[in-house]
């Protein structure tokens, strides 16, 4: 029966080992997949981010940082227990000349052979467990430092879908912006040409000028200088935004446009609240959360650090076969030992002391870069209210100007075609326009990004958006 044991013993081991190679090991999770294009003809904001979240190389590195985490976790699990090793030899061994060298029997004279086998065959098994019962809760605090630093390695991953959404939204509206002045440009075009036409039209019934002619002729040209530089402007845009999704060579599919800038609504006209916005920030803000993840786990290493001035208690259990000649191993040929053992380290020059200190300065490190950050966090959240307030006064003040300014152009396009009007107070008039109607888009997109900007530093913006 004991002949048995052995056997059965490797077996267990060899499970236990393929157990312990594959435990931690995960199958690669299926991806959403590339987002449909021949669906997607026209791209907003929400539609950019979602892409954005799931294409994105930096998002994946960050969940590859997450399971890295996960896996320093179960490796801090697996010291409760305990290991399990198998090992096993073939030795064949020649014994020198004089090593065989004997006696005659009953004789004493030398050369004859006693009768040993050369070469010899050894053969030897050993299955040894070992389990360490105590050493200072080392494991505990390396458990609870590793489970902090999982967390902390969460809500970094957080933190970079966090920056990659207010990074889109900023490439997005510098796109919309971009989009939009090439209507104003298009509009500005589309009116000087139309003048031409009045001119030409003027001219050939004797009521124009030549001049006249020549003079919108060159505003034409003009607004299609500006279409060209608004039109590139636009593409390089694109491809920014492009790149943010991670879309291939950073081209979007052609036929792909924008969506149109729609006006403000009530609510973003609404003042932010500061109180509400920095407490949400306190309590939601990614990088501020693994920052205190991080102060946790340090305060664990200190644990793991003082376990040294604490004895080690380990038990092992071992069971040794030893044959020559061949590998049927019988009764007589297995032994087994089982110890108790205790080690208490007297003297190590001071290292240990050392790596405590170490791990108390870094704990305290830890602290001062939590308090450090939180108060950067507020100042950047005050900050990002101050522009939303300014934003807004802008807009209004912009939008005023903008109808106060068409008013204008449309009563000097008036007096020009009744002839009481100049041509220069005319293009004087419609430059003003155009100038209005871009301050009016640029006070718009300021807007947009000033409201990104506070649900970013508040750490809101996550929230926006679904997983």
Same mark, same amino acid.
């Given at each position: 029966?004991?002949?048995?044991?052995?056997?059965?013993?490797?077996?267990?081991?060899?499970?236990?080992?393929?157990?312990?190679?594959?435990?931690?090991?995960?199958?690669?999770?299926?991806?959403?997949?590339?987002?449909?294009?021949?669906?997607?003809?026209?791209?907003?904001? %929400?539609?950019?981010?979602?892409? /954005?979240?799931?294409?994105?190389?930096?998002?994946?590195?960050?969940?590859?940082?997450?399971?890295?985490?996960?896996?320093?976790?179960?490796?801090?699990?697996?010291?409760?227990?305990?290991?399990? %090793?198998?090992?096993?030899?073939?030795?064949?061994?020649?014994?020198?000349?004089?090593?065989?060298?004997?006696?005659?029997?009953?004789?004493?004279?030398?050369?004859?052979?006693?009768?040993?086998?050369?070469?010899?065959?050894?053969?030897?098994?050993? +299955?040894?467990?070992?389990?360490?019962?105590?050493?200072?809760?080392?494991?505990?605090? /390396?458990? /609870?430092?590793?489970?902090?630093?999982?967390?902390? !390695?969460?809500?970094?991953?957080?933190?970079?879908?966090?920056?990659? +959404?207010?990074?889109?939204?900023?490439?997005?509206?510098?796109?919309?912006?971009?989009?939009?002045?090439?209507?104003?440009?298009?509009?500005?075009?589309?009116?000087?040409?139309?003048?031409?036409?009045?001119?030409?039209?003027?001219?050939?019934?004797?009521?124009?000028?030549?001049?006249?002619?020549?003079?919108?002729?060159?505003?034409?040209?003009?607004?299609?200088?500006?279409?060209?530089?608004?039109?590139?402007?636009?593409?390089?845009?694109?491809?920014?935004?492009?790149?943010?999704?991670?879309?291939?060579?950073?081209?979007?599919?052609?036929?792909?446009?924008?969506?149109?800038?729609?006006?403000?609504?009530?609510?973003?006209?609404?003042?932010?609240?500061?109180?509400?916005?920095?407490?949400?920030?306190?309590?939601?803000?990614?990088?501020?959360?693994?920052?205190?993840?991080?102060?946790? !786990?340090?305060?664990?290493?200190? #644990?793991?650090?003082?376990?040294?001035?604490?004895?080690?208690?380990?038990?092992?259990?071992?069971? %040794?076969?030893?044959?020559?000649?061949?590998?049927?191993?019988?009764?007589?040929?297995?032994?087994?030992?089982?110890?108790?053992?205790?080690?208490?380290?007297?003297?190590?020059?001071?290292?240990?002391?050392?790596?405590?200190?170490?791990?108390?300065?870094?704990?305290?490190?830890?602290?001062?870069?939590?308090?450090?950050?939180?108060?950067?966090?507020?100042?950047?959240?005050?900050?990002?209210?101050?522009?939303?307030?300014?934003?807004?006064?802008?807009?209004? +003040?912009?939008?005023?100007?903008? /109808?106060?300014?068409?008013?204008?152009?449309?009563?000097?396009?008036?007096?020009?075609?009744? #002839?009481?009007?100049?041509?220069?107070?005319?293009?004087?008039?419609?430059?003003?326009?155009?100038?209005?109607?871009?301050?009016?888009?640029?006070?718009?997109?300021?807007?947009?990004?000033?409201?990104?900007?506070?649900?970013?530093?508040?750490?809101?913006?996550?929230?926006?958006?679904?997983?």
């Amino acid at each position: 029966m004991r002949k048995m044991l052995l056997p059965i013993w490797l077996l267990i081991s060899g499970l236990l080992c393929l157990g312990d190679a594959f435990a931690g090991e995960e199958s690669p999770s299926d991806g959403a997949g590339s987002p449909d294009w021949q669906s997607i003809r026209v791209l907003d904001l %929400d539609t950019s981010q979602r892409i /954005a979240l799931a294409e994105n190389p930096s998002i994946a590195a960050a969940q590859d940082r997450v399971r890295q985490a996960m896996q320093r976790v179960k490796q801090a699990r697996a010291a409760y227990w305990p290991t399990l %090793d198998a090992t096993a030899s073939y030795s064949r061994i020649s014994l020198p000349q004089s090593s065989q060298l004997g006696f005659q029997p009953g004789t004493g004279i030398p050369g004859a052979t006693t009768g040993i086998d050369d070469p010899e065959d050894y053969f030897n098994l050993g +299955l040894e467990a070992n389990w360490l019962l105590f050493k200072g809760l080392e494991r505990k605090y /390396a458990n /609870a430092s590793a489970r902090a630093a999982e967390r902390g !390695s969460r809500e970094a991953e957080k933190d970079a879908r966090r920056l990659l +959404l207010s990074s889109v939204a900023n490439s997005f509206y510098r796109a919309q912006l971009a989009r939009e002045e090439i209507a104003i440009v298009e509009a500005n075009e589309e009116f000087n040409q139309g003048q031409a036409e009045d001119a030409r039209a003027r001219q050939r019934v004797g009521t124009g000028s030549l001049s006249d002619v020549l003079n919108f002729e060159v505003q034409v040209n003009a607004a299609k200088s500006d279409l060209i530089d608004a039109k590139r402007s636009y593409e390089v845009a694109m491809f920014g935004l492009a790149a943010l999704l991670g879309i291939p060579e950073s081209a979007f599919p052609p036929g792909l446009d924008l969506v149109r800038l729609e006006p403000e609504t009530a609510m973003e006209l609404e003042p932010p609240m500061p109180e509400t916005q920095i407490a949400y920030a306190r309590a939601n803000r990614a990088d501020l959360l693994q920052a205190r993840h991080e102060v946790e !786990s340090a305060q664990q290493q200190i #644990g793991v650090a003082r376990a040294p001035f604490f004895p080690a208690f380990n038990f092992s259990a071992s069971l %040794d076969g030893q044959r020559v000649g061949d590998a049927s191993f019988e009764e007589d040929d297995l032994g087994d030992t089982i110890a108790l053992g205790f080690s208490y380290n007297l003297f190590s020059g001071g290292l240990d002391a050392a790596r405590y200190r170490e791990a108390k300065a870094r704990r305290d490190e830890e602290k001062k870069k939590l308090a450090n950050l939180t108060n950067n966090i507020v100042s950047e959240v005050r900050t990002a209210i101050a522009q939303v307030t300014s934003a807004q006064q802008e807009l209004i +003040l912009q939008r005023s100007n903008a /109808a106060l300014v068409r008013q204008n152009r449309d009563l000097v396009e008036k007096e020009y075609a009744a #002839g009481q009007g100049s041509l220069v107070r005319l293009n004087e008039a419609q430059r003003d326009l155009v100038t209005a109607q871009a301050r009016l888009v640029l006070a718009l997109v300021s807007l947009r990004l000033t409201w990104h900007n506070l649900r970013t530093s508040t750490g809101e913006i996550l929230a926006t958006v679904p997983e």
